[in-house]
């Protein structure tokens, strides 16, 4: 019989998103003329521009026909993109770099998840506070996180300081992990390091 990981039964229940969300729904009740953009849960309020509209629409018919289907993508992404990304977003700005240099993944959640499942259980994780609960519940589930506390942090977790004072770039402890999971840009913050 397949039995489920404890471990998710301790993330299934967001308290944090539903925390901001009854904070945020509450403060758009008392101010309705102000336009809000949730950089917390992904809030997509604006329409796809036509020229990624086109772009899918150009994929979708190529993927229809014998003569341009691209089937599968190789595991490192198809060699005409891995072309255009050295190209365009590094030789364009003077940065050497080759195809090998590139992975091309299906989103960052998914890799930060699986980035999980070949770490060991006992390693110390860092995350930047704050950071996206992904990074942190990702390793609840693989049992790094220790024991959930009062103060609604995990006992295992170094949270590292990202905040204006200073400067969005986080100060490190004597305490030392083996995994420091970086967010730029950070979100919720969107800040970037420079």
């Not at 995990?154 to 905040?163: E, H, I």
Request: charged share 25%.
């Amino acid at each position: 019989m397949a039995l489920i990981n404890s471990q998710v039964l301790k993330v299934a229940r967001n308290e944090v998103q539903e925390e901001m969300d009854k904070r945020v729904n509450v403060y758009k009740t008392l101010h309705p003329a102000v336009s809000l953009v949730r950089l917390d849960s992904s809030d997509a309020i604006l329409p796809l521009t036509a020229g990624v509209v086109g772009a899918m629409l150009e994929s979708v018919q190529e993927m229809g026909k014998d003569a341009t289907t691209k089937g599968i993508a190789p595991i490192k992404g198809y060699p005409f993109l891995l072309d255009a990304i050295v190209k365009n977003d590094f030789k364009a700005r003077g940065i050497k770099i080759t195809v090998d240099d590139i992975f091309v993944n299906a989103g960052v959640k998914q890799d930060i998840s699986g980035i999980g499942d070949i770490l060991c259980k006992d390693n110390r994780i860092a995350v930047l506070d704050p950071i996206s609960q992904t990074y942190v519940e990702s390793n609840v589930i693989g049992y790094r996180a220790g024991i959930l506390e009062k103060n609604h942090r995990w006992s295992n977790v170094l949270y590292l300081s990202a905040t204006p004072e200073n400067n969005y770039i986080p100060t490190f402890s004597d305490e030392r992990p083996d995994i420091v999971f970086l967010s730029y840009p950070n979100n919720p913050t969107g800040m970037a390091i420079r």
